[in-house]
């Protein structure tokens, strides 16, 4: 069955500081991997799209890794502001018949001054 | 330069009243897509257009209905909403070609808050 699961499912972390959310999926065969940031009240918003050859790709102080062998994908986020308090998700797209996309739960951080 | 836009970004209405959400996209997006999300949950693929084709998922319910009468507006009608309806609409678009459409970026709105008395 196509799962995608986000660890951890909440996190609290200072400004300033740095922090990583993971992504584990079993999506299979596998199409690209997007990470999304989702304000409280407001639409997602995409960080970053990966398909199976790119293993890192950055978006200012965000960088997403993948490794298609393990089926994981990490979201580092650097030197944290408060406008990073927000829902971040993780989707697969399946290479199915439909190409369908696969979401992850979510990790909501909060930052904290 | 608002790209999808979604009104209105609040709504209210009445148990087993007709209420139409609308969306609008500057993106000249062939395809556009109507998901729900409710508090705390990933969004739902409700349906999607491409092009003119509507695309109806499984499991969607006969209430929820959409129409597209040209590329840059979509709307969803929901017949008779009741008090599970409440949620958060979102309106995506994102080009696409063939069977992979999915596998484009796509493009979200801010929402509509639907709320049912």
């Known amino acids: 069955k196509n799962q995608v699961e986000q660890s951890p499912q909440s996190l609290i972390i200072l400004e300033g500081k740095n922090c990583t959310l993971q992504?584990?999926?079993?999506?299979?065969?596998?199409?690209?991997l997007r990470w999304y940031k989702q304000d409280t009240g407001r639409g997602p918003v995409s960080l970053t799209i990966?398909?199976?050859s790119e293993n890192t790709k950055s978006n200012g102080r965000y960088t997403a890794t993948l490794d298609a062998d393990t089926k994981q994908s990490s979201l580092h986020i650097t030197a944290s502001q408060l406008s990073d308090s927000a829902s971040y998700i993780c989707?697969?797209?399946?290479?199915?018949?439909?190409?369908?996309?696969?979401w992850g739960a979510g990790t909501k951080l909060i930052i904290k001054p | 330069d608002a790209m999808v836009i979604q009104n209105p970004r609040y709504q209210v209405t009445q148990f087993g009243k007709p209420v139409t959400l609308s969306c609008s996209q500057t993106?000249?997006?062939?395809?556009m897509y109507w998901y729900q999300q409710k508090s705390s949950q990933a969004p739902k693929l409700l349906f999607h257009?491409?092009?003119?084709?509507?695309?109806n998922e499984a499991d969607t319910p006969d209430n929820f209905q959409s129409r597209r009468p040209n590329t840059s507006f979509c709307f969803l009608d929901i017949r008779s909403p009741g008090l599970g309806d409440a949620a958060m609409y979102l309106c995506?678009?994102?080009?696409?070609?063939?069977?992979?459409?999915?596998?484009?970026?796509?493009?979200f709105g801010p929402g509509t808050r639907l709320t049912v008395t």
């Open positions: 995506a678009t994102s080009r696409g070609r063939g069977s992979n459409l999915f596998s484009y970026e796509q493009y």
């Open positions: 993106l000249n997006h062939n395809v």
């Open positions: 257009y491409y092009d003119k084709d509507f695309n």
């Open positions: 992504c584990n999926y079993t999506v299979s065969p596998f199409s690209n």
């Open positions: 990966m398909t199976f």
């Open positions: 989707v697969v797209s399946a290479r199915d018949s439909n190409y369908q996309l696969i």
